[in-house]
């Protein structure tokens, strides 16, 4: 009988229940209420902020605590964003210079990430003071923005916390680890559009960190270096200097590399990324400029190829004239290529392609049509010859 009495009185207490359900859908479900968000919420001050100093580049995370966000006393799904800033304004004026980190928290007891922190309170640190190393500690100011996770509108029920003071925050610069770009940028005194222009230069083809370039610079003439455009650097970011081209090379203004005799010159940096994969020590070789056809164009059949006065391209007077090649005696695909120190000549190799100078990238083992395309391939003819403007790289056959 007891079987049979527990059987009937389910239904008895589920249906009631039921029942109730579908009365209490008309009138009593949670309805969001955004009357508050001007209102805020707290963000916590930690215990540990008082006495202590938090050395982020040490730590994992750190925590923070705060009150729910009031939206009629239902608990929905949230995400917490942090704001961070060092400018102590910003404890009063949220328009104050801040950052937001990219990483949100779902729960009002977050782990923030502490290595994130660091990065974004270095970031600002550099920002605002460029010449300036990042303090030992500081204090820095933050305060949450909370929004109803997981909404088709990204910013439904945004609301903020106060804003709270860590007295005591060690933020610590980490360099990136070095690395060698695509290309060296060049600017001066006499390149393109003096002090303007940014003439980018390639590496040396299979030498990784080695990049080579062509300038012409009048007596007096100066100019600097980088890694991308408009980085500035000069003599005293090179470990060593060799004038092969007996160029005069001293430091000028503001650090500038100066030559004392006019001519064309081949920069030739040499990059080493240091023991701690931070930095990069750089030395430059200056040469003269000397350009040479090669190959069956000349009808140079030798193997392997070598640079032959005979086949040197003649220099113009200054920048605004064209190198000019010796007359092709064949019928045959380019080859030409600059002499840059004991460098072999595949290293230093260049074509013509849609009117510029196009350096060898890639291991040539018979031809530029078979490796690169049929475009990047200049039949010569008999007679014809090279032209180059090396302040531009632009080029032509003809």
């Known amino acids: 009988m007891k079987k049979i009495f527990k059987f009937m009185l389910l239904p008895a207490l589920v249906l009631p229940l039921l029942f109730t359900s579908c ?17 805020g919420f707290v963000l916590n001050t930690p ?47 949220p328009t104050a210079t801040h950052t937001e980190l990219a990483t949100f928290y779902r729960t009002a007891d977050m782990q923030v990430n502490a290595s994130e922190l660091n990065n974004a309170i270095v970031a600002l640190f550099q920002a605002a003071n460029p010449d300036t190393s990042v303090p030992a500690e500081m204090p ?26 860590l007295r005591s925050v060690k933020a610590t610069y980490e360099a990136p680890d070095a690395k060698f770009t695509d290309n060296l940028f060049l600017t001066g005194s006499s390149i393109q559009t003096p002090w303007e222009s940014w003439k980018a230069i390639p590496q040396v083809f299979g030498v990784a960190g080695n990049y080579y370039g062509v300038i012409y610079l009048p007596a007096d003439g100066e100019f600097m270096w980088g890694m991308e455009n408009n980085d500035k650097r000069g003599y005293n970011r090179l470990k060593e200097i060799n004038d092969v081209a007996k160029a005069g090379i001293s430091e000028g203004e503001d650090h500038k590399i100066k030559v004392a005799k006019a001519g064309w010159y081949t920069l030739l940096f040499k990059g080493k990324i240091t023991e701690d994969k931070k930095n990069i020590d750089w030395t430059l070789s200056v040469y003269p400029t000397q350009v040479y056809l090669l190959g069956s164009c000349m009808n140079q059949t030798c193997d392997p190829w070598v640079f032959d006065d005979a086949y040197a391209l003649t220099a113009p007077a200054d920048k605004n004239g064209k190198w000019v090649s010796p007359a092709f005696t064949a019928s045959a695909e380019l080859r030409a290529a600059v ?60």
């Open 140 to 165: 820095i100011y933050i305060r949450l923005r909370a929004v109803i996770g997981d909404a088709t509108d990204t910013s439904l029920g945004e609301t903020f916390s106060n804003t709270i003071t």
């Open 23 to 39: 009365d209490d859908d008309r009138d009593s479900n949670p309805t969001l209420d955004l009357s508050h968000v001007a209102d």
């Open 339 to 398: 002499k840059v120190g004991d460098l072999d000549w595949y290293r230093t190799e260049f074509t013509v392609y849609k009117g510029n100078v196009f350096w060898r990238r890639y291991n040539i083992v018979n031809n530029w049509a078979e490796t690169e395309g049929a475009d990047y391939s200049v039949t010569t003819q008999v007679g014809q010859k090279l032209y180059i403007d090396f302040d531009n790289y632009t080029a032509e056959v003809k």
């Open 47 to 93: 215990a540990v902020a008082e006495n202590n100093t938090y050395d982020l580049i040490s730590a994992i995370s750190l925590r923070l605590t705060c009150s729910q966000p009031n939206y009629g006393g239902v608990p929905y799904s949230m995400r917490y964003y942090v704001q961070v800033s060092i400018d102590p304004a910003f404890v009063s004026d």
